[in-house]
């Protein structure tokens, strides 16, 4: 049973809730991204999407500078002076952010498809912490990426252009910016992918939501009538991270520093809804309870439960050592087998489909717990009102 019942004890003082993960908060992340690192660099699929991104970039904005200086001399002046060399060296993003983006939702999406989501979060049951971790991690991976492949797609298409002395090089005005800000915008675009695999689970889901928001809710805003066409498409993800990478002005684009701040909007708005659903969607495991007849320390009387246990939040996989008095009220299976207590969102749901081996009962203010037998074992549902109790 859970420790948050302490609080209804008089013999012992309440164990801290928040004492314990104030400590192990910084280990945990540490040892979660350790973890995601682990995982990230042993797939395959990692450096295959990682490589088609470089490629991408690198490729089809040498390919688009060639084609460009083929047909130079056939281009009408007004082509000619409005020509971004920069941007236009960094087209490759159009295709590549697809790889990056995809790659940023398998992250996550791969492991609800094959069921390894379930020993990661019950290794790591802090879930918001396996999702900073993941996001720490590709998001590292995917930033160094994107510095290679803009800036190898800028120097290889330069080469290109200045055949026909049209390149520009990095210190001409904006254009360190730009090619900085298209790196940010495959930075974005993978995280963003992340972001949805998280919220939607399924694959093909999340990358169907991402070609919409970077791709098809482009051309549905362009289809709109003037001058709502241009005004809802500056702040889709696709324009404005093509604002982030030009150089010269454009009536249709954004300034680059409000492009980037469209992008960020975005992915906060993203991992705010992603936060908040894996960490409250599915059962949460909450602690293991061990029952002994021994002492052991830390030990926080319960009599109106008839039980004595320790505090499940002071170590990091949520260990709960209970002994139960000899008048405890409790089935034989409970006092004797280990059991693992998961939170969820709607008990008396889950309760249906197992046979209940404790009724629904409330030992703490805003928490109700019931215990079930799964396959012999006894297993513990916790009900938490987060709003009544803020603390747990």
């Known amino acids: 049973m859970s420790t948050t019942t302490a609080e209804q004890s008089t013999a012992a003082p309440e164990p801290s809730p928040q004492a314990a ?7 945990l992340l540490w040892a979660a991204i350790g973890s995601e690192w682990t995982k990230l660099r042993s797939a395959r699929s990692t450096v295959y999407s990682l490589l088609a991104t470089i490629a991408i970039t690198i490729g089809f904005g040498a390919l688009l500078s060639w084609a460009f200086v083929s047909r130079y001399d056939h281009l009408s002046v007004q082509d000619r002076v409005t020509f971004d060399a920069t941007s236009h060296s960094l087209r490759g993003l159009f295709l590549s952010q697809l790889a990056i983006g995809v790659l940023g939702v398998l992250i996550i999406s791969s492991e609800y498809t094959t069921g390894l989501i379930r020993p990661t979060f019950t290794a790591m049951p802090q879930r918001r912490t396996v999702l900073a971790a993941k996001t720490v991690v590709f998001g590292s991976v995917a930033l160094v990426v994107a510095i290679v492949s803009c800036f190898s797609a800028f120097l290889i298409g330069q080469s290109i252009l200045a055949t026909k002395h049209i390149g520009v090089s990095l210190s001409d005005p904006h254009v360190f910016r730009a090619v900085c800000g298209g790196a940010a915008y495959l930075v974005f675009v993978g995280l963003l992918g992340l972001g949805l695999g998280t919220i939607l689970r399924r694959t093909a889901g999340a990358i169907s939501a991402l070609f919409g928001l970077v791709l098809v809710l482009q051309l549905l805003a362009l289809a709109l009538p003037s ?24 009536a249709d684009l954004l300034s680059a520093g409000v492009g980037a701040l469209v992008c960020l909007a975005w992915l906060v708005g993203t991992y705010i809804l992603a936060t908040v659903i894996i960490s409250r969607r599915d059962a949460r495991f909450n602690h293991i309870g061990i029952p002994t007849t021994d002492a052991f320390e830390g030990e926080i009387p319960l009599p109106h439960l008839r039980m004595t246990v320790s505090d499940h939040l002071d170590n990091p996989f949520g260990i709960q050592w209970q002994r139960y008095w000899d008048d405890a009220p409790y089935p034989e299976l409970v006092k004797t087998v280990p059991h693992v207590a998961f939170e969820v969102d709607d008990l008396e749901r889950t309760l249906a489909d197992y046979r209940v081996i404790i009724k629904p009962n409330s ?30």
């Open 21 to 27: 993960p104030g400590r192990e908060r910084g280990s």
């Open 227 to 250: 001058p709502w066409n241009h005004d809802v498409a500056k702040i889709l993800p696709g324009q404005a991270g093509q604002a982030m990478a030009s150089v010269r002005p454009d």
């Open 363 to 392: 030992p703490s203010p805003g928490v109700t717990v019931a215990f079930v037998e799964v396959n012999g074992a006894p297993v513990e549902l916790i009900q938490i009102d987060h709003d009544a109790r803020p603390d747990l």
